[in-house]
């Protein structure tokens, strides 16, 4: 149910707010061109389902997740739809049992030590850092690493490419995960070359 399997190698993940989910395949055709091979689409916008169901249907190579779980019922909405891990910005007792139901993959929340504690006791080495600058940022992560030296995190929330490879560097850090590379006003015109390009931009910043 951990997801650091399932993630192993994707460094950076892209946070998707779906607009509509006629531009779901294009835009996770564009990504995976790009290299970037794993994408949260966050269950905000009314097409995040289906933006979902289109993308593990027609681009099988792309592993495709959901984000922003919130209510324990979604795990089993978004297992139907094919994702392939849940995020959420936090947990729950419920949110946890609902994975557990689902055998999903969950990046559950974080953003104190008790909370890491608890997620920790209860399997997950992998956990989401969000609101990630807002909650203390690099200085925080550096902290907490000391005495939870076997959590790994997944910041998100205010990361860019000016500091995506900052936290990458950390040697507590997994990936990173932000909604920069798919912007709403590059969906809105269909322009997945652009989007294409941000995402190359992003991959580059590996090497
Ligand atoms: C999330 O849901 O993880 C965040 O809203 C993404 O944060 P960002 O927009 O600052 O990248």
Known sequence: MDASKLLVGSKIVPVVVLANADVAVPLAEALLEAGLGVIEVTLRTDDALEGIEQIAKSVPDMVVGAGSVRRP?????????????????????RLL??????????????????EMIALFEQGYQLQKFFPAELAGGRPFLKAVGAPLPEIRFMP???????????????SNVACVGGSWITPLELQAKGDFDAIRQIGSDAVSLLV
């Open 73 to 93: 019922e979604q795990f089993a909405d978004i297992a139907a739809a094919g994702a392939r891990f849940a995020v959420s910005p936090g947990s729950s007792s």
């Open 97 to 114: 049992a609902a994975a557990a139901d689902h055998e999903m993959p969950f990046i559950p929340g974080a953003a104190t030590p008790s």
């Open 156 to 170: 998100t929330g205010g990361v860019t490419p000016m500091n995506a490879m900052d936290y990458l560097n950390m």
